[in-house]
């Protein structure tokens, strides 16, 4: 089985206050995507990163992918209250068919 | 809107019970996979379809079935059910098989509640 874990599990910033957010696993993973789920909805895809190394940039969030490709991290600068949800990862192999989640980290932007 | 509808919303049923979730794809879709959240579990794969068939298996119990139909809608279909299997069920689809770097666009979820 492969496991994604995600740290921070919870957390709680100031409007204006950079944060990473980190995805980790044993296992290689041929992509990784972040999704962002608020209350009431289903996860969003915000990236997807294949290669090792890759980093990719959305406004103020920065995607980076190990060069093992078995960890990702998501950057956000500058967090705004509107950034507040659930950050999922999920990685994905060639000898699995579907995507493996992380536990999430719930990130609250209090103004 | 992400395209994918998904009904219930919410379900209020007893323990022993049995309910239908059903899900239609968004269009051009033809794979849908199931999933459940729970706040002990996170998000967890049950089931994919692929035009009609399906294609991978995840930690889906054995009183819980699903099937996709020609028009390509899904149907979860949860049995016996136990105060444990309280949780959101989310509905995905995708163009085309496998995942990689393809796109997953997730439903409203139905919040299922057993009392």
């Known amino acids: 089985t492969q496991l994604l874990e995600q740290s921070p599990q919870f957390l709680s910033i100031q409007e204006g206050e950079n944060l990473t957010v980190y995805c980790n696993s044993s296992s290689v993973f041929s992509s990784l995507q972040w999704y962002r789920q608020e209350p009431g909805e289903g996860p969003v895809l915000l990236v997807t990163v294949v290669t090792g190394g890759e980093v990719k940039k959305l406004k103020r969030l920065t995607f980076q992918f190990g060069d093992a490709r078995k960890d990702s991290s998501l950057h956000i600068t500058a967090a705004q209250p509107g950034d507040t949800g659930l950050y999922l990862c999920?990685?994905?192999?060639?000898?699995?068919?579907?995507?493996?989640f992380g536990s999430g980290t719930q990130l609250t932007v209090l103004p | 809107d992400s395209g994918v509808t998904q009904t219930p919303k919410h379900l209020i049923t007893a323990t022993g019970q049995r309910v239908t979730l059903r899900c239609s794809p968004r269009s051009g879709d033809l794979s849908v996979y199931w999933y459940q959240q729970s706040l002990d579990q996170g998000l967890q794969f049950l089931i994919q379809y692929y035009n009609g068939e399906e294609r991978a298996k995840g930690n889906i119990l054995e009183r819980f079935s699903a099937q996709q139909f020609p028009d390509l809608h899904s149907e979860l279909n949860l049995s016996s059910l136990e105060l444990g299997d309280s949780a959101l069920y989310f509905c995905a689809s995708s163009l085309r098989v496998g995942i990689g770097a393809n796109v997953l666009t997730f439903g409203a979820g139905s919040r299922l509640t057993v009392l």
């Open positions: 999920a990685g994905s192999s060639g000898s699995a068919r579907q995507l493996t």
